[in-house]
């Protein structure tokens, strides 16, 4: 999928990308820190992440469709540069939903077979969790802005000029 009624599908892609990872992002931080939250909201975290993961290449496979389409341009290759980081945000955000649901699923009894997998009894891995899971949450943000920041650039570059 490379044009959506023919426009760039990237320049559309790009505004779920923008919204929801970030917003994975903080539901991660807020599930993470707090323990209610966590127990509403780290399953549909869970979806919402790894729902991410799946649309980053996709967004960035139609960003590089568009790329070669487009004059050659210093800010535009910066900006695909940075937009190859994004999985890795997506990833890490995913990976931590994950574990959180599943510490969460498994410290209420809700799995199938109770074994106890990621300890959700223990405080220490939880407090380790809680600091890596906001850390994450804050670098993925930070890429998400840094990127779309560097797009921002690299469109409406040459408009500014003009006016």
């Known amino acids: 999928m490379q044009t959506v009624n023919g426009l ?3 320049v559309l892609l790009v ?3 923008v919204v929801l990872l970030p917003l994975s992002a903080a539901l ?3 599930t ?3 323990p209610a939250a966590r127990r509403r909201l780290a399953g549909p975290n869970a979806i919402l992440s790894v729902l991410v993961v799946v649309l980053v290449p996709i967004t960035t496979s139609a960003g590089e469709w568009l790329e070669h389409r487009v004059a050659p341009n210093p800010l535009v290759q910066r900006h695909a540069e940075l937009g190859d980081t994004a999985i890795y945000a997506a990833v890490g955000v995913a990976t931590l939903a994950v574990v959180l649901w599943w510490r969460q699923r ?3 009894g809700r799995s199938l077979v109770q074994r106890n997998f990621l ?3 223990s405080n220490a891995l939880t407090a380790a969790l809680t600091v890596v899971a906001v850390l994450v949450a804050g670098v993925a943000v930070y890429d998400v802005v840094r990127i779309g920041d ?3 650039k690299a469109s409406w570059n040459n408009w500014a000029a003009r006016s």
């Open 150 to 152: 560097s797009g921002a």
């Open 32 to 34: 993470a820190v707090w």
């Open 119 to 121: 300890a959700p009894t």
């Open 106 to 108: 498994e410290s209420t």
């Open 15 to 17: 505004h779920a990308v």
């Open 8 to 10: 760039p599908a990237h």
């Open 28 to 30: 991660l931080a807020l």
